[in-house]
């Protein structure tokens, strides 16, 4: 498939996982569709697996890190890391400087949260990825290189911390944190929040942006930074099953509800 990925030309490109890729044949869709990927997975890592997952996520940050750090500092890369110690059975590793928190069931109701081990194991991703950075910061390629942070779902929609119609709507699984970090005398991004409507098909066209990279995409992403998108930019959420297809334009949500509900 043509994926803006490949116009990232001269990068060495890769995936990172604690766990193994033949999940959802996830080694294929993108071995055969990235040129010259590397794929890293179970069996590549040093640290012990704690669960179906792989590896804790601190374990796999901190190789991530060590992998990124030995690099030749003029070799440009692309890399996916891909984090899942937040997915159930929720293992939390004893890990230095963590500790485990125990919330009040009312926050857990309200935050969307279904149980403890759920809360913490999310607090652990957190403290994870911030070890990363922290490491990152004392490594060479810091100060030359762009995150982005972002979840591939949201917690169910039994929420209590949103406006009404957004729970009716169901939009609080597909509701994601995306954060954009850069070293500021790179003089990229500005501190600040967008309430810009954006989804995951965006980032690695404005990832190109950032890098001054020209590209072609043939799919629906855009450039976040891109002025010309400003007044037109919408979200697609495609339905599966009963649920409903969604488009959000702006601060409405139209939904198709052909699909069964």
């Known amino acids: 498939q043509r994926v803006v990925g490949n116009e990232f030309k001269g990068y060495d490109k ?14 294929s869709i993108l071995g ?13 890592w040093k640290a012990s697996r704690v669960d179906v997952w792989g ?8 190789e991530a890190n060590e992998l990124f750090a030995a690099r030749n500092p003029q ?3 692309l890399a996916v890391i891909q984090a899942a110690s937040y997915h159930s059975p929720y293992t939390v590793p004893e890990t230095p400087g963590f500790t485990p928190h125990e919330a009040t069931e009312e926050d857990l109701r309200n935050y969307g949260f279904e149980s403890q081990e759920e809360y913490n194991s999310m607090r652990f991703t957190d403290f994870a990825l911030g070890e990363f950075i922290r490491w990152a910061k004392t490594a060479g390629y810091y100060h030359n290189t762009v995150f ?34 850069a070293a500021p005398e790179l003089g ?6 967008s309430m810009t409507p954006a989804s995951q098909v965006d980032v690695f066209p404005t990832a190109a942006g950032l890098a001054g990279i020209a590209y072609n995409d043939w799919g629906l992403g855009r450039d976040l930074f891109d002025a ?4 037109s930019r919408q979200v697609y959420i495609g339905g599966k099953d ?20």
Not at 32 to 42: A, T
Not at 155 to 160: E, H, I, Q, R, S
Not at 228 to 231: A, S, T
């Open 148 to 181: 982005f942070i972002l979840g591939d779902h949201g917690l169910n929609d039994k929420v209590n911390n949103m406006p009404e119609g957004y729970i009716n709507a169901r939009l609080a699984p597909w509701h994601t944190p995306m954060l954009i970090h």
């Open 75 to 77: 070799q440009p890369f």
């Open 14 to 27: 890769y995936y990172l996982i604690g766990g193994n890729t033949a999940w959802a044949n996830i080694r």
């Open 55 to 62: 590896i804790s996520d601190y374990d796999l940050f901190k």
């Open 242 to 261: 009963t649920e409903p297809i969604h488009l959000i334009d702006g601060d409405y949500c139209y939904l198709d509800n052909r699909a069964g509900e």
């Open 188 to 193: 990229l991004i500005a501190p600040g929040e």
């Open 228 to 231: 010309r998108y400003d007044g």
């Open 32 to 44: 055969q569709n990235i040129n010259g990927l590397r794929i890293l997975e179970e069996g590549y």
